[in-house]
T-cell receptor, first 114, second 117 residues
C-alpha cells in the first residue's frame, strides 16, 4: 500500500510569485485535505477535495486554490505569495469525505518565501 | 468555531516512565471525534489514538491511552513505559461528526515531548 507522497520537499520563492504543490493520495483514498503549518504552530485547514470538487474550506483567501484529478491526486496553488505564506504544507488523504476515520498525512512541502 | 488548546508547549519524561499530555477543546456540538497525532522531526504526522465522543470508554492503543472527560471538554494522552522513539511533537485534534464541518480537523499548537535516557 503506497502512502501519501508530496512534491517537492522544499521550495524557495520570492514575494509575488506563484507556487504549485503536489500530493498523491494513499491507495484507495478519494479525499484530499491541505493544511498549512507555520513554524511552532499546529496545522491549519486550508481546504478539502472530494470527487474533484472543493468540499470544505478554512479561513484562507482565494489566492489559495486547488485541484483534484481523476486519480485523486491533488494540487495546491498559491498566487501572489506573501512572506507569511512561509510554512510547511501538509497533504492528508482519507477514504471518504466525512468518514470518521483518520486522515493519513504526507511528509509535507517546506515553502520559504523571501 | 471549535478551538483546541494544548497548554504544555514542552514536556519531558525519563525513559520507561509515564507522562500525560493535556488537551482541552471548546465546542457546542454533541458528537465529534478527537485525535492525538505524533509528528517526529521527519515531519510526517502519524495517528497515535482516536476517540469517538459518543463512546464513554477511554481509547487505548498499547502504551498509549486517553482520559476523555466530555463534560470538562478534556482529552489527555497518557504514554506509559516511555521510549526514546516517543520523542516528537504531539498534536491534539478535533473533528466534527456533522456535515461539511466534519471535513475539517482543528489542531492544537502542540506539545514537544523529550524522552531522557
Amino acid at each position: 500500500e503506497t502512502g501519501v507522497t508530496q512534491s517537492p520537499t522544499h521550495l524557495i520563492k520570492t514575494r509575488g510569485q506563484q507556487v504549485t504543490l503536489r500530493c498523491s493520495s494513499q491507495s484507495g483514498h478519494n479525499t484530499v485535505s491541505w493544511y498549512q503549518q507555520a513554524l511552532g504552530q499546529g496545522p491549519q485547514f486550508i481546504f478539502q477535495y472530494y470527487r474533484e470538487e472543493e468540499n470544505g474550506r478554512g479561513n484562507f483567501p482565494p489566492r489559495f486554490s486547488g485541484l483534484q484529478f481523476p486519480n485523486y491526486s491533488s494540487e495546491l496553488n498559491v498566487n501572489a505569495l506573501e512572506l507569511d505564506d512561509s510554512a510547511l504544507y501538509l497533504c492528508a488523504s482519507s477514504r471518504i469525505a466525512g468518514d470518521s476515520g483518520e486522515q493519513f498525512f504526507g511528509p509535507g512541502t517546506r515553502l520559504t518565501v523571501l | 468555531a471549535q478551538t483546541v488548546t494544548q497548554s504544555q508547549p514542552e514536556m519531558s519524561v525519563q525513559e520507561a516512565e509515564t507522562v500525560t499530555l493535556s488537551c482541552t477543546y471548546d465546542t457546542s456540538e454533541s458528537d465529534y471525534y478527537l485525535f492525538w497525532y505524533k509528528q517526529p522531526p521527519s515531519r510526517q504526522m502519524i495517528l497515535v489514538i482516536r476517540q469517538e465522543a459518543y463512546k464513554q470508554q477511554n481509547a487505548t492503543e498499547n502504551r498509549f491511552s486517553v482520559n476523555f472527560q466530555k463534560a470538562a471538554k478534556s482529552f489527555s494522552l497518557k504514554i506509559s513505559d516511555s521510549q526514546l522513539g516517543d520523542a516528537a511533537m504531539y498534536f491534539c485534534a478535533y473533528r466534527s461528526a456533522f456535515g461539511n464541518t466534519g471535513n475539517q480537523f482543528y489542531f492544537g499548537t502542540g506539545t514537544s515531548l523529550t524522552v531522557i535516557p
